[in-house]
Nanobody
Framework: QVQLVESGGGLVQPGGSLRLSCVVSGISTSIYHMGWYRQAPGKQRELVAGISIGSSTSYVDSVKGRFTVSRDNAKNTVYLQMNSLKPEDTAVYYC?????????WGQGTQVTVSS
């Protein structure tokens, strides 16, 4: 059974940092494209950052220069380092693994940026 489990969310003040982790079991992250998505209340889920099988990365414009996605295939884990957090980054953050017609999602972790 495939499982993606996110962790590392929480409440942080504006300007602060968080590091999200996505631990994957049941598949090998080395052969899956991985992505971090977020969904704020009343908004559509959006792709925040992606990392390809070859470790090429991409980011939505609003997080460029602040967020960094990385992967450790030996640990079957993907990370999202989030710096200089803003209130508009508040959302539930989800991890996704994708390969061809297959895709798997985690349950999400809440990130709240507020003073």
């Amino acid at each position: 059974q495939v499982q993606l489990v996110e962790s590392g969310g929480g409440l942080v003040q504006p300007g602060g940092s968080l590091r999200l982790s996505c631990v994957v079991s049941g598949i090998s992250t080395s052969i899956y494209h991985m992505g971090w998505y977020r969904q704020a209340p009343g908004k559509q889920r959006e792709l925040v950052a992606g990392i390809s099988i070859g470790s090429s990365t991409s980011y939505v414009d609003s997080v460029k220069g602040r967020f960094t996605v990385s992967r450790d295939n030996a640990k079957n884990t993907v990370y999202l380092q989030m710096n200089s957090l803003k209130p508009e980054d508040t959302a539930v953050y989800y991890c996704k693994a994708a390969r061809g017609a297959y895709e798997y999602w985690g349950q999400g972790t809440q990130v709240t940026v507020s003073s």
